[in-house]
């Protein structure tokens, strides 16, 4: 397997002008930032559980963790699906997944001001909130109020630690295997079978609750059993549209010179499927909750039917429609130019379904549509993205050593 390496770029170094390039998106968007709390203060009485300038921080801080976290998902799902296709394009994958440690960060932080009351995100962590008599007290959210409190920070907090560790256990055995010269046994490869498998059943469990517990709790008085896979399959798709855009771009630097057309072509298949499959997700969500008319239920898509039509129907278009039209042949998926440009345009659909989950339950009515404001925080998050991937694919190098399914994937054709 080691005769290939040589024949190829491995080493990556990101152009000076695609660092610039996310270094002035982070600065436009620290602007934009800062501009937003200043217009926007003075008027947290007109919104209703928080301010614009919040909530737009917390929508592209967990946009883009969730990115982080989905390919940490795809990864172990390889290894524990042992799928030797993508074994060519794992460092890749690996890159984007180590952005969730600064997405994880920025969450936390988010969280712990949350509880200190600097932003009203979460209606269930304003004072007196469950104390009868109190000005803010609220009967729906004092009777769920034991699965808040400590026992909310108690998940989190083993959300955060448990997939770092096994995000970085996968990494630093791929990592590890590199370092040998031949690996008779594959043991770092089946360590990382082990670990995804059991990641497999951790994320099929904790990608649902948090769900509930991070953006579900937003809107305290309402549920859905749906949520937790309609968030998932979203942040999926967001993350294979990153990875596909990345690899396409490295591709057309001179880079990534041993990944296939049939593996770019899946990875397209892969965007279309789970397009449907998020589709199906958003529509039978609000499809069974409009017709059972059960008003606790209801009016969670009451709010945006009034205030956010707009908005609804431009999100169910760009990550249907859209992506169903343009990948649909078998060319378009091997057709670079058609993935960019329709990953750009599912990725920022994405980004709004986002801004569509978080802003009725913080900004309401107050609603004026999309602004400057989701444009220059969208921008700082991506900014601050492309920076830690670009280093993290500077780290190691491009193709994985001592992985059993190198040679199958080398030569992976469809």
């Known amino acids: 397997m080691g005769e290939h390496r040589g024949e190829y770029k491995l080493k990556f170094e990101a152009p000076k002008n695609a660092q610039w390039f996310a270094y002035g998106l982070m600065a436009v968007g620290l602007i934009s930032i800062i501009a937003m709390f200043a217009s926007d203060h003075g008027h947290g009485e007109h919104y209703h559980a928080g301010t614009r300038a919040w909530a737009n921080i917390f929508a592209g801080s967990f946009f883009f963790m969730s ?72 009967e729906v959210i004092a009777n769920k109020i034991g699965y808040f409190g400590v026992f909310w920070w108690i998940r989190t907090i083993l959300y955060i630690v448990g997939w770092l560790w096994f995000t970085f256990k996968l990494r630093n055995n791929s990592l590890a295997a590199d370092q ?27 990608s649902s609750t948090s769900a509930w517990d991070w953006l579900m709790s937003i809107d305290t008085h309402w549920f859905s059993t749906l949520f937790g896979w309609y ?43 789970i397009s449907f499959l998020w589709t199906y997700l958003y529509f039978s969500q609000f499809m069974l909750i409009w017709y059972s008319d059960i008003p606790e239920e209801v009016i969670y898509f009451q709010t945006r039917w009034e205030t956010y039509k707009a908005l609804m129907w431009t999100v169910l278009f760009v990550n249907f429609a859209f992506p169903m039209i343009m990948l649909m042949s ?72 001592n992985h059993p399914f190198l040679e199958e994937s080398l030569h992976h054709s469809t």
């Not at 991937?389 to 190691?396: C, E, G, K, N, P």
Request: aromatic content about 16%.
């Open 180 to 206: 040998l010269e031949i690996d008779v046994n594959n043991s770092y490869h089946w360590k990382n079978v082990k670990l995804g498998a059991w990641f497999m059943v951790i994320f099929a469990i904790t």
């Open 67 to 138: 990115i982080g976290l989905a390919a940490a998902f795809f990864l172990g799902l390889q290894y524990a699906a042992e799928a030797g296709w993508a074994t060519t394009i794992k460092r890749v994958i690996e890159s984007v997944a180590l952005y969730l440690p600064w997405g994880l960060s920025l969450m936390l932080l988010l969280f712990i001001l949350g509880q200190f009351h600097v932003h009203h995100i979460y209606p269930w962590m304003a004072p007196g909130i469950a104390e009868r008599g109190h000005p803010n007290y609220d």
């Open 330 to 401: 078998r060319d378009c998926k091997r057709n670079y130019f058609y993935l960019m440009f329709v990953g750009t345009i599912i990725f920022i659909g994405h980004y709004l379904d986002v801004i569509m989950i978080v802003m009725p339950g913080t900004v309401g009515h107050a609603w004026t549509g999309l602004s400057w404001m989701e444009a220059g925080t969208f921008l700082f998050f991506l900014g601050l993205f492309l920076t830690v991937v670009f280093r993290t694919l500077s780290s190691a190098p491009l193709l994985v050593k």
């Open 231 to 273: 968030i998932f399959s979203g942040m999926w798709i967001s993350a294979l549209t990153m990875i596909t855009m990345l690899i396409i771009w490295l591709k057309k630097l001179g880079y990534l010179e041993f990944v296939t057309e049939s593996t770019i072509h899946d990875m397209g298949k892969w965007m279309f499927a």
